[in-house]
């Protein structure tokens, strides 16, 4: 059974930094294309950062802010986000893609405020 699990989401204030950790099972995970998107109230869920083997790639609202990473040993990926704005505020979910097989997590809240 495949499972996604993330975690570290929080309440932060503008300017701060918040960790996200999308721990994966069930799947080789070492070849999947692993992503975390995003969904605010009222909007479409939008990609913000992937990681393959060997690549990333990054929205153009984060770049420079935020940075994806993969731990293989741990099957865990990470988000590290810097310099939060309120218009940062939405569920943080992660993605696995490999092939035709996608697989979700349940997401993690952010929420930025002053």
């Known amino acids: 059974q495949v499972q996604l699990v993330e975690s570290g989401g929080d309440l932060v204030q503008p300017g701060g930094s918040l960790r996200l950790s999308c721990a994966a099972s069930?799947?080789?995970?070492?070849?999947?294309?692993m992503g975390w998107y995003r969904q605010a109230p009222g909007k479409q869920r939008e990609l913000v950062a992937a990681?393959?083997?060997?690549?990333?790639d990054y929205a153009d609202s984060v770049k420079g802010r935020f940075t994806i990473s993969r731990d293989n040993a741990k099957n865990t990926i990470y988000l590290q986000m810097n310099s939060l704005k309120p218009e940062d505020t939405a569920v943080y979910y992660c993605k696995a893609h490999w092939t035709f097989y996608d697989y979700w997590g349940e997401g993690t809240q952010v929420t930025v405020f002053s």
């Open positions: 069930g799947i080789s995970f070492s070849i999947y294309t």
């Open positions: 990681i393959t083997r060997t690549s990333t």
